[in-house]
C-alpha cells in the first residue's frame, strides 16, 4: 500500500443519538425477508452508499451510490 501511496483510514466509533425530530410514517415490512421475486421488475431491493471524494482542487466533497436490484435475477437496473 505504500508503495501505491494508499492509506487506511479508521474511522472513529460515534456516540449514540437519538433523533429528536419529527418521525415520519414507517412504511409496512412487506417483503418479511423473503428476497425472492416470482417473476421479473415485481420487487426491487435498494441501499445508500456514501463515498468521500477530493477533487481537483483538494476539497473533500460526498458521492452517493444507490443501486436498484430486479430480486428476480439479482441484476443491478
Known sequence: MHELGLKAVIRRKR???TYKGRVG?????????????DKPN???ATDVTEFK??????N??????SPIMDLFHGEII
Open 15 to 17: 456516540r449514540f443519538s
Open 25 to 37: 410514517k414507517i412504511a409496512d415490512h412487506v417483503l418479511n425477508r423473503d428476497f425472492k421475486a
Open 42 to 44: 415485481h420487487q426491487w
Open 53 to 58: 471524494v477530493v477533487d481537483e482542487e483538494g
Open 60 to 65: 473533500t466533497k460526498k458521492l452517493y451510490l
